[in-house]
């Protein structure tokens, strides 16, 4: 890896992780001081970053790690619902044995994870199923887009059924009914439309939790991602 890629991936897990909370300037010399490197690569990985929409550059404040309110939230995940379910759709017939199996145990994998309450383990396994599901997608823009849509929002969705833990079940359910609609060789079209609708009922579960929290003023453009935390 050159000193760019390991600033930016140092860097892009310190946002994804909470610990760079959103706000949080980026001082391009401080960061280059503590990480051993020049201006440079500090300053490349910041665009990169800014690229994908984890980090804004703000006036008269330099970059910041970027936060994100309910309407970004809605927004991004309406998009990713359809992008990923085109994209899955369109792997799926170039799907091998070898990714059946992988996605048959992360699926054996998840329910564990629910039986055993432990969702933030859920949550990093939902990940890989569906990073899984979506590989063989012959549109390599198509899948930049999805992954890309999956970074910006991973700021709330990493702990997501930590937060929503009634969800965790019924999402597992979704996923047995990819896994199954795969084995009987649907119509991709099927597989497109159970993504489409999973997603987009996780999002709901989500704002509507949030809104409860709020007391029930309904949707808005509060912040739900500082940190990636509500």
Same mark, same amino acid.
């Given at each position: 890896? *050159?000193?760019?890629?390991? @600033?930016? &991936? ?6 994804? *992780?909470?610990?760079? #909370? ?11 001081? $503590?990480? /051993? !490197?020049?201006?440079?690569? %500090? ?9 994908? /929409?984890? !980090? ?8 910041? %790690?970027? /936060? ?16 990923? +379910?085109?994209?899955?759709?369109? *792997? ?9 199996? $992988?996605?048959?145990?992360? !699926?054996? $994998?998840?329910?564990?994870? %629910?039986?055993? *309450?432990?969702? &933030?383990?859920?949550?990093?396994? =939902?990940?890989?199923?569906?990073? @899984? ?5 012959? =549109? ?30 019924? #999402?597992?359910?979704?996923?047995? $009914? ?11 079209? !099927?597989?497109?439309?159970? %993504? ?19 007391? +029930? ?14």
């Amino acid at each position: 890896m *050159s000193k760019t890629d390991e @600033v930016y &991936e140092i860097l892009r897990q310190r946002i994804l *992780s909470g610990e760079f #909370s959103s706000g949080f300037r980026l001082i391009i010399d401080a960061l280059a001081r $503590q990480l /051993g !490197v020049s201006a440079i690569p %500090v300053r490349e990985a910041i665009h990169r970053l800014e690229a994908e /929409g984890l !980090v804004r550059h703000e006036p008269n404040v330099g970059a910041a %790690v970027a /936060g994100m309110d309910e309407d970004e939230y809605r927004e991004i995940l309406t998009v990713l619902a359809r992008l990923e +379910g085109w994209a899955t759709a369109l *792997s799926v017939p170039h799907a091998t044995p070898d990714d059946l199996i $992988q996605l048959t145990d992360l !699926v054996s $994998q998840m329910h564990a994870a %629910v039986d055993g *309450s432990q969702l &933030e383990t859920y949550t990093r396994l =939902n990940r890989q199923f569906h990073r @899984v599901l979506r590989q063989r997608c012959p =549109n390599r823009f198509l899948g930049e887009m999805v992954e890309r849509c999956w970074t910006r929002v991973d700021q709330v969705r990493r702990n997501i059924f930590v937060r929503v833990p009634d969800r965790a079940r019924t #999402s597992l359910q979704d996923h047995y $009914q990819m896994l199954q609609s795969i084995r009987e060789h649907a119509p991709p079209r !099927v597989l497109q439309e159970l %993504v489409e609708d999973h997603q987009i009922t996780t999002m709901d579960a989500y704002l509507s939790r949030l809104d409860a929290r709020h007391g +029930g003023d309904g949707p808005g453009s509060s912040p739900i991602a500082k940190g990636g935390r509500p």
